[in-house]
């Protein structure tokens, strides 16, 4: 069956570090996107991608990067990770056209200490 | 850009009864509103969504409105179980361009007590 998967579940590391969180999906999307969700904020997006090499920064951008060079993947990394970004990482994929239905990963937690 | 709220930010209520969610919207040209539901530890999964050419759509126990004129829309659930417990969020989109980034509300922690 096709599904969306992430890597790693969970990631504890520390200040200063970079990381990279992968995010995999089989059922040859067009759109992908990272959120994080922290309490009291609900889910908000990072960056976003509509197709191999396009890439878009959303509304909580800095300290992260994405590139696409295949459909199925979208790698978030954290260039250098800082206490603020503790979270919850969710990527999510749609098939673009009148598909509008985000079809989200399983998350993964990011700890930063 | 966008920007969506949400209200109320918990909602307890008994087995039985109905539970109504409301959010707002602030770009007039947003025309696509889903709402998800996120179970602890889980990922948010699609419930039900409307589109801006229509009013109200049901789904069994749940049902979506939308007021275009005042920017708003809701959710309503009849009939609660202890199994839609969980925490609902609303999200917004403008689809005419051909992009579909969803703007999200804070979300509504949903309690139905047996």
């Known amino acids: 069956d096709a599904e969306i998967t992430q890597s790693p579940r969970h990631k504890i590391t520390e200040t200063g570090r970079q990381v990279t969180l992968a995010c995999h999906q089989t059922?040859?999307?067009?759109?992908m996107f990272w959120y994080r969700q922290d309490l009291g904020h609900g889910l908000r997006l990072i960056h976003y991608?509509?197709?191999?090499?396009?890439?878009n920064k959303g509304e909580v951008s800095d300290g992260y990067s994405v590139s696409r060079s295949n459909t199925e993947d979208l790698p978030l990394t954290l260039e250098s990770a800082a206490s603020s970004q503790t979270s919850v990482y969710f990527c999510a994929s749609s098939g673009g056209g009148s598909s509008y239905e985000q079809y989200f990963g399983p998350g993964t937690r990011l700890t930063v200490t | 850009g966008e920007n969506v709220e949400q209200h109320p930010s918990t909602l307890s209520v008994q087995e039985g009864d109905s539970a109504v969610i409301k959010c707002t919207y602030s770009?007039?040209?947003?025309?696509?509103f889903p709402w998800y539901k996120q179970e602890l530890g889980k990922r948010p999964q699609l419930i039900i969504d409307?589109?801006?050419?229509?009013g109200e759509k049901k789904d069994q126990r749940i049902a979506v409105t939308l007021n275009k004129t005042a920017k708003h829309f809701s959710l309503h659930i009849t009939e609660t179980q202890p199994e839609d417990s969980a925490v609902y969020f609303c999200?917004?989109?403008?689809?005419?361009?051909?992009?579909?980034?969803?703007?999200f509300g804070t979300g509504t922690r949903l309690l139905v007590s047996p």
């Open positions: 409307i589109r801006s050419n229509v």
């Open positions: 999200a917004a989109s403008e689809t005419n361009t051909g992009f579909q980034k969803l703007v």
């Open positions: 770009d007039s040209a947003s025309n696509y």
């Open positions: 059922w040859n999307h067009n759109n």
């Open positions: 991608s509509y197709g191999v090499q396009d890439t």
